[in-house]
């Protein structure tokens, strides 16, 4: 049973940082490319950033380019995204997502970003 668990969203202020940890259980977590997606209120869900099953290999959306880093562990089945410099922009749930030909999603976590 395929299972991924999202944590490390909250509150925090403007130019503030938090990690968002997803943990992978139920399939080769080292074999399979990884994404984080976010979704904030009355938006689309949007892509945020990639990582190859290496972790040789990042993309980011524009928008948090120089600000979120996308890295894993294989070792402990999990994939993190470090935000920095957090804007209320960023205020959306963040979702982990397998790049697979069959897709499993994350329940998410919230992340507000407010004074």
């Known amino acids: 049973q395929v299972r991924l668990v999202e944590s490390g969203g909250g509150l925090v202020q403007p130019g503030g940082s938090l990690r968002l940890s997803c943990v992978a259980s139920?399939?080769?977590?080292?074999?399979?490319?990884m994404s984080w997606y976010r979704q904030a209120p009355r938006k689309e869900r949007e892509l945020v950033a990639t990582?190859?099953?290496?972790?040789?290999?990042?993309t980011y959306v524009d928008s948090v380019k120089g600000r979120f880093t996308i890295s894993r562990d294989n070792a402990k089945n999990t994939m993190y995204l470090q935000m920095n410099s957090l804007k209320s922009e960023d205020t959306a749930v963040y979702y982990c997502?397998?790049?697979?030909?069959?897709?499993?999603w994350g329940q998410g976590t919230q992340v507000t970003v407010s004074s």
């Open positions: 997502k397998t790049l697979a030909v069959v897709a499993y």
């Open positions: 139920g399939f080769s977590f080292s074999r399979t490319g």
């Open positions: 990582i190859t099953s290496d972790g040789s290999t990042t």
